[in-house]
């Protein structure tokens, strides 16, 4: 089947060629994509790495990094920076909590990333050295104890028919796992309802700070999540599957080309279109509507809904947008019939912070929180909170909810969500308010501006959070993000600052 050109790509492409993008590269690639070269501009001014310019020092900012030596972290990249005569700053979550503080060093589009760094690695990089250990993909050891999703799968599944798979998804329960978990079957069935072109779009962006378990897997075991894909065109009649990777993670990309080259040679793909796409670099790529729309070349902004991609998806056409994880359970789920699933119930949980063992742990859903916390070595009667979910996400206090069971519907009964499963894990005596207020940052700063609540609300929410206050009138603020903002980014930004002061009010003036 023949793919449509796509504009991000073509740009990538002769960048890659030249080192930066002329207006003739621009005009070229917009005539390749038969898109307007308006259209084309438009593109290189938003996405960050088509007009990156010159050296950079980026400290990563993180909700695990801020309860720790963030500040300290931040003054010596200053000092470093100033005295080696290269701008400073900040960017948010590489999906390395897990590994210690990072630092990005961007040279014009190329960048690379180092973890753990400390200030005086920061000292010997302003000496002309490194500043700490390369961290350009996760170490495949960060995956904690036997995993049925860790396992390489020796046989891939054969395609049992489009109504045995969605049946069996629907009986194996399984949720959207990029962090709705809305019933994964209903969204099968919705696409394969439709008639015409139809699209499977993966999306592995995940740039949610906290959230590290979909990186593993494209890294480490991509053959199971491109089967799950596979399965699921299958399933919904489409012909064309793009896998769609967050830009930071060019080793992923790598790897994921690989064993899509893999599968093709060894015809498991076959009558299926397939190509890895490297997504925009910011955090808002990866809400399904605004991924769309940066798939189509344009500004990574979210469409009204309805109509859901299901219905109007990739160039108008009936689209299933599925999570790398979801996709990787689907191909359990094709492999070990939906009774096996059921009874193991595979979860991969995200685990950092304040534990013995930091990584990405596949747990049973419904195991309590505690015996979680355990597992990854932590005490849980030294322990203060964990952010549930990500950055969207809520605090949930110990040892008062030490017993909640990790499962898809009881958080939501007490306000928090499992999320996409992140676990970010505070002891006693770590600064709260200083992880909201990184939350807050990340928030204002990832804004796409296209909704007047979300772009006002979130800069004043980052403002009010510095100061610390805690005033009724924030209820309002929170409101009016939750209920006025256009996607879940602005819905979700006052979550983790209302949860603070809602539950720990008390303890953290
Ligand atoms: C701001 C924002 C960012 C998101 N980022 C991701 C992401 O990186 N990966 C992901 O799978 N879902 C992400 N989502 C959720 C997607 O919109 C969508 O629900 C998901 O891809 C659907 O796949 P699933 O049903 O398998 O979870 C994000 C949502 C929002 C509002
Ligand atoms: S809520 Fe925020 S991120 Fe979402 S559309 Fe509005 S401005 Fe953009």
Redo the contacts with the bound molecule.
């Keep these: 089947m023949e793919s449509t050109p796509l504009l991000l790509p073509l740009l990538d492409e002769l960048l890659e060629a030249r080192g930066r993008l002329e207006p003739a590269d621009v005009a070229a690639a917009a005539r390749a994509a038969g898109v307007p070269a308006a259209r084309a501009w438009e593109a290189v001014r938003f996405y960050p790495r088509y007009h990156a310019k010159g050296e950079r020092w980026l400290l990563v900012d993180e909700p695990v990094v801020r309860s720790r030596n963030f500040a300290e972290l931040q003054d010596a990249l200053e000092h470093a920076a100033a005295s080696a005569g290269v701008a400073a700053g900040v960017v948010f979550s590489y999906g390395l909590e897990a590994v210690g503080p990072a630092l990005v060093v961007e040279r014009g589009p190329e960048r690379r990333v180092y973890a753990p760094v400390s200030p005086e690695g920061l000292a010997r990089l302003a000496a002309g050295g490194e500043p700490g250990p390369a961290a350009e993909e996760l170490p495949r050891e960060l995956a904690r104890g036997e995993g049925l999703l860790f396992e390489p799968m020796a046989e891939l599944p054969g395609f049992p028919g489009a109504d045995e798979l969605i049946e069996a998804v629907r009986e194996a329960g399984l949720r ?5 978990l ?1 019933p ?1 079957w209903r ?1 099968l069935a919705a696409v394969r309802q439709a008639d015409g072109v139809k699209y499977v779009v993966v ?1 592995g ?4 700070p906290g959230n590290f378990k ?1 990186r593993w897997l494209i890294e480490h075991n991509p053959r199971l999540v491109w089967a799950g894909a596979a399965l699921a065109a299958r399933a919904v009649g489409a012909g064309e599957i793009i896998f769609y990777v967050r830009g930071e993670y060019l080793s992923a990309l790598a790897r994921l080309e690989a064993a899509r080259r893999e599968l093709e040679a060894e015809g498991y793909l076959e009558g299926l279109a397939t190509r890895t796409f490297r997504g925009g670099g910011l ?2 790529c ?3 509507s605004a991924l769309l729309e940066s798939l189509e070349g344009r500004r990574a902004e979210p469409r009204l809904k309805p109509p859901y991609p299901a219905q109007e998806g990739l160039f108008g056409r009936p689209t299933l ?4 994880e ?1 996709l990787a359970h689907l191909a359990l789920i094709a492999r070990m019939g939906a009774a096996a699933y059921r009874r193991r119930a595979p979860k991969l949980f995200s685990i950092s912070g304040d534990v013995a063992r930091p990584g990405v742990y596949e747990l049973a859903l419904g195991t309590p929180l505690a015996a979680a916390l355990e597992a990854a070595g932590a005490e849980v009667s030294g322990l203060q909170a964990v952010l549930l979910g990500g950055a969207a996400g809520t605090f949930v206090k110990l040892p008062d909810h030490a017993d909640l069971p990790l499962d898809y519907d009881t958080p939501r009964q007490q306000g928090d969500s499992l999320g996409p499963g992140a676990l970010m894990v505070y002891e006693n005596g770590r600064d709260l308010w200083a992880v909201a207020e990184g939350v807050a940052a990340f928030f204002a700063h990832e804004s796409c501006g296209k909704c007047f609540p979300c772009s006002l609300g979130t800069p004043h929410l980052h403002a009010a959070v510095a100061r610390r206050e805690r005033g009724p009138g924030l209820e309002e603020l929170f409101l009016a993000l939750e209920q006025g903002s256009l ?3 602005g819905q979700a930004a006052p979550w983790a600052v209302r949860s603070l002061i809602n539950r720990f009010g008390e303890v953290v003036s």
């Design positions: 959207g796992l990029g962090g709705a809305f994964t969204k999306n962006d995940e740039s949610e979909d955090y808002i990866g809400e399904e947008v599925s999570n790398v979801t996607c879940g980014l």
